[in-house]
């Protein structure tokens, strides 16, 4: 009983699961979890942050300050890196690179347009788009041999080099013209096959404009409209013969049933003649079948004796 006046604490409840009762190797574990996330964060902060997280379209390159570039790279999540390794990042998406004549256009700011020779000496202005990407498990090699500036060191180079020696061996309206897409597919495999040996996967290349001295492209576009025109003429023609070779055939039919019609009236001429030398009265009835039902006063009947008959009797 408590006199008045005094504080009655409430009574401590007993825990359900007394820490006495938690077996004594769970603790160690417990223990050692926690002085492993202590040391983690101590590192973390002497020597910056061991967690690192590649985002989507990316891989991973680590540098060990031991023993340098590691071949291994770390693909999309995230990862747990010893404090002595870093790990510099690159896209392994599609990506183009643009050389244009168009300020602002291109990677490079002002005229970046590609000059390069036909194979007539003519010097032709290209604006060129190149898509790429870096192979995932070559990406290593292309940061420890290039570096992460590798599209100015090695794509820009080779795409300058290799559109050149495609568009010497070509005449300017094979590049300006009809043929354009098939240079183009010249251009993506020498390109790609330069760019292989880095790591690196051409895509596509796009020819998006190609700039001719003035007085050539006044050539090449009488040319192609001659061109078309040629092509109209024999359109007209091939359209002109089938229609002269319909009215022939119209013409043959036409003639064809005319005959057929001359034919068969000679066979009903023939056949009359044939009725008439058997019955020479035939002629006599058909002619009186024929006045029937007419409004006739008189009536001639050509007989022997010229018989004149009054029908309105």
Known sequence: MVAEGEWDPEPRRTPDFPIKDIPPIAGK???SIAVVFVLLIIFSVMFG???VSVGAGEVGVKFNQFGGVEEDELGEGL???PPWVSVTKYSVRSETYTMSGVTGEGQVVGDD???AL???GLTLGLDITVRYRLIS???SNVHQNLGTNYAEKIIRPTIRSSIR????TKTALQVYGEERE???GEMLTNIDEALGSDGIIVEEVLVRNVVLPTKVAEAIEAKLQADQDAQRMIFVKQKEQLEAERKIIEANGVANATIAEAYGEAEALRIINEQLAKNPNLINYKYIQMLQGQDIQTMLVPTDQGIILDASK
């Open 29 to 31: 574990i417990f223990r």
């Open 49 to 51: 942050s061991i967690f």
């Open 79 to 81: 990862h747990i890196v």
């Open 113 to 115: 347009q590609i000059k």
């Open 118 to 120: 036909t194979v007539e």
């Open 137 to 139: 498990d070559e990406v």
């Open 165 to 168: 020696e495609v568009v010497s």
């Open 182 to 184: 098939l240079v183009a």
